[in-house]
Nanobody
Framework: QVQIVESGGGLVQPGGSLRLACTVS????????IGWFRQAPGKEREGVSC????????FYRNSVKGRFTISRDSAMNTVYLQMDSLLPEDTAVYYC????????????????????????????WGQGTQVTVST
C-alpha cells in the first residue's frame, strides 16, 4: 500500500522560507515522477514542481522559478521542496503526488507545463500541508 506523507508547512512572513518534505513508502518502480501541486482557496489545483526518478530532471512553473527548488534523497524515498522568497500568493495547501508510470516530464525539461503539471497523470496523492505566507 502506497503511503505519502507531507510535512514542513506552516506560517511564514513574506520573503521567508519553508522546506516541504514528501516521504513515499510502499511503492516500487524504476521509472516514475514525484510532483508538488498546490491549491489556494477558490482556485484550481496547479502543478508547482516535479522531479523524475530516472534522469533527475526537474520542472517548475514560471511563477516559482528561481525561488523554489525540488530535490530528492539518493533513493528518492523523500522529495523536498525548498521554498524561498515566499509571497502571499504562494499561500495554499501543498500536495505531493506520485506518477507511477513515469509519464510526467517524459517529454523533457523544455516541454510545456501540461506535460508534467497535469494532475490526472498522478496516481497517488498525499493529504496536503498548509502553507500560509502572511504578516
Amino acid at each position: 500500500q502506497v503511503q505519502i506523507v507531507e510535512s514542513g508547512g506552516g506560517l511564514v512572513q513574506p520573503g521567508g522560507s519553508l522546506r516541504l518534505a514528501c516521504t513515499v513508502s510502499g511503492f516500487t518502480s524504476d521509472d516514475y515522477a514525484i510532483g508538488w501541486f498546490r491549491q489556494a482557496p477558490g482556485k484550481e489545483r496547479e502543478g508547482v514542481s516535479c522531479i523524475r526518478s530516472d534522469d533527475g530532471h526537474t520542472f517548475y512553473r514560471n511563477s516559482v522559478k528561481g525561488r523554489f527548488t525540488i530535490s530528492r534523497d539518493s533513493a528518492m524515498n523523500t522529495v523536498y521542496l525548498q521554498m524561498d522568497s515566499l509571497l502571499p500568493e504562494d499561500t495554499a495547501v501543498y500536495y505531493c503526488a506520485v506518477d507511477s508510470a513515469g509519464r510526467a516530464g517524459s517529454a523533457g525539461p523544455l516541454a510545456p507545463l501540461f506535460t508534467w503539471a497535469t494532475d490526472t497523470m498522478y496516481d497517488y496523492w498525499g493529504q496536503g500541508t498548509q502553507v500560509t505566507v502572511s504578516t
